[in-house]
């Protein structure tokens, strides 16, 4: 069958109608929802943004050895795998990190549409100014190049990408997608702070107006989603395309105190969104972690899902549903069977984590600014009742009842010590199994009492 995979960034679990939102505008999805297997417990793995198409397409913890740089010309592929099985590989993508200096996140894909201008440099400033209809913004560029590859490759069995940037930031989404959550916007647009925001000097209103914008740009790609959907369907292909909607993170509003994805020091201004940056340490809390996924594959008979699933079991999934072989190579698990209704679980926890840095490192990432690494980040490891944050022996740990206190604002590590230290060693276990560098593992091999 024909397999579409829909990634949208940055949309949270919680901000779509299908996971019970009832104020976010998300008809489409939520239509989508009711035809899929709906994950409730789906989780990133590797974090942020370009760690997580990494796992997508090697089925691997990448955060363990890749970080955020280019896809190694030794990784096995997902597109260069259904390409070999006869898949047409196309792709429409505006996140913008994919080809620029060579990364490579490109490979595999025959047909590969980018479309440019999501960046703060001077192409992005372009492609805003050339802005005069809805069209013209890059969700619904992104879904015009979409149609038009369904458009060429419709009598092919395909494989396509589509990988939006919204909502990501910045939120400047067309007025009248704000207006429903913020009556009488002025069209004004606010940062993210990536900081503790009240220190940061961001107001409530502020973050009112950045939320309404956010929640703009969400119904705004599900109105494009929807597009997309139909064009599927009139084409008379939906009863063999195989349809999969994701996201990679979510957002802190607020939540735990933060505004942003987490917490980045600028040397010149703490608002400052590039250049001078210094990674400080951030927390993944459940706000980040826990995503959105909706499986609609022919056949199978749509239902809610709570089985424990994560990014690195995409891959082996998909090439499951094309009838293909999973590479050893492979990290993660198919949950065809589980999808199919053959399992009734997958796994008994999932981990989450950014790239091992230490303190002290380095890193240019895509766009040549560098970053220095202050503290190492967290890594979360999630179970159906726990979650477990941990950095490395030198900094707390955090545990949180997920039953109790669904919000992670009660660490019970003190009470819970037992379960505490099962939790870090099924991550050390993790560490150890994909191989990773005895550079960050043996910071990582204890876990301390405080």
């Not at 297997?37 to 989780?43: E, G, P």
């Not at 099985?85 to 996140?95: E, L, N, Q, S």
């Not at 913008?96 to 960046?119: A, K, L, N």
């Amino acid at each position: 069958m024909n397999i579409v995979v829909i990634v949208s960034d940055t949309v949270r679990r919680d901000h779509l109608g299908c996971y019970g939102n009832t104020t976010i505008h998300t008809p489409n999805i939520d239509k989508l929802a009711r035809e899929s297997v709906q994950f409730d417990k789906f989780y990133s793995t590797s974090f942020p943004t370009i760690p997580a198409r990494a796992d997508l397409f090697t089925g691997k913890y990448t955060f363990a050895y890749l970080g955020w740089n280019a896809l190694g010309r030794s990784e096995t592929v997902l597109a260069s795998q259904l390409q070999d099985a006869g898949y047409k590989t196309i792709a429409a993508v505006d996140t913008p990190f994919f080809v620029r200096h060579g990364y490579g996140y490109d490979r595999g894909f025959r047909d590969f549409r980018f479309i440019d201008g999501q960046w703060a440099d001077q192409e992005g400033q372009r492609a805003i100014f050339a802005r005069r209809y809805e069209k013209d913004y890059f969700a619904p560029r992104t879904i015009a190049a979409a149609e038009e590859l369904l458009e060429f490759h419709h009598r092919d069995k395909f494989f396509m990408y589509v990988d939006m940037w919204d909502p990501h930031e910045p939120w400047d989404p067309p007025e009248w997608y704000v207006h429903p959550y913020y009556p009488g916007y002025d069209g004004r647009v606010v940062a993210p702070s990536y900081w503790d925001y009240k220190e940061a000097g961001v107001s409530d209103e502020d973050l009112k107006i950045a939320h309404a914008c956010y929640c703009g740009e969400i119904t705004m790609v599900d109105q494009w989603v929807g597009r997309l959907l139909d064009k599927i369907e009139v084409m008379g292909l939906r009863d063999d395309t195989a349809i999969i909607f994701t996201s990679d993170h979510g957002y802190y509003f607020g939540e735990h105190g933060i505004f942003g994805k987490g917490r980045i020091r600028s040397e010149k201004d703490i608002l400052s969104r590039y250049g001078g940056q210094v990674w400080v340490q951030s927390p993944l809390y459940q706000e980040l972690i826990r995503v959105p996924l909706l499986a609609s594959i022919p056949g199978v008979t749509p239902r809610r899902e709570t089985a424990l699933l994560s990014w690195v079991d995409l891959m082996p999934t998909l090439l499951d549903v094309a009838g293909e072989d999973i590479p050893s190579t492979v990290h993660g698990k198919s949950a065809l069977p589980l999808i199919k209704g053959d399992d009734e679980s997958m796994r008994d926890h999932v981990v989450s984590s950014y790239p091992l840095y230490m303190t002290g490192d380095k890193s240019f990432l895509v766009d040549g600014e560098l970053r220095s690494v202050e503290e190492p980040h967290f890594s979360t490891v999630t179970s159906q009742k726990w979650s477990f944050l941990y950095a490395t022996e030198k900094y707390p740990a955090q545990l949180y009842d997920l039953e109790q206190d669904p919000s992670e604002s009660n660490n019970v590590i003190s009470e819970n010590w037992s379960v505490a230290v099962e939790m870090h060693r099924k991550l050390f276990e993790l560490l150890k199994r994909v191989g990773t560098d005895d550079k960050y593992l043996s910071e990582r091999s204890r876990l301390l009492r405080r």
